[in-house]
């Protein structure tokens, strides 16, 4: 399985940036997915997650209202629209499946079992 992330770069506060993670290898349509981060010197974060048919997510409190998962089965692709950038979002940003799970992806890495690059998203105040 791979996951490739991308999209990331450099926005001014209050941008607007989307994310992709493209899928190759398996099924991609039966994995709950999800976005983590992780900043300098900071843990990984939760994000967003998404459950295998898109017709259910979960947020971070940080990004919720500003950040949209969705994903595309037919295209294998899920993606993260992120509006009303704030400098505090910059980070590394990692997709994640969770293969064969029925719900939301979980708000902890561990469940997770195949892990994207990462894209940096960088956002100037």
């Known amino acids: 399985v791979q996951l490739q992330a991308f999209g990331g770069g450099l926005v001014q506060a209050g941008g607007s940036l989307r994310l992709s993670c493209a899928a190759s290898?398996?099924?991609?349509?039966?994995?709950?997915m999800g976005w983590f981060r992780q900043a300098p010197g900071k843990e990984r974060e939760f994000v967003a997650a998404?459950?295998?048919?898109?017709?259910?997510?979960d947020y971070a409190d940080s990004v919720k209202d500003r950040f949209t998962i969705y994903r595309d089965n037919a295209k294998a692709t899920v993606y993260l629209q992120m509006n009303s950038l704030k400098p505090e979002d910059t980070a590394i940003y990692y997709c994640?499946?969770?293969?064969?799970?029925?719900?939301?992806?979980?708000?902890?890495?561990?469940?997770?079992?195949?892990w994207g690059q990462g894209t940096q998203v960088t956002v100037s105040s």
């Open positions: 290898g398996r099924t991609f349509s039966s994995d709950a």
């Open positions: 994640a499946a969770d293969t064969g799970r029925i719900g939301i992806g979980a708000r902890i890495p561990g469940p997770y079992d195949y």
């Open positions: 998404i459950n295998w048919s898109g017709a259910t997510a």
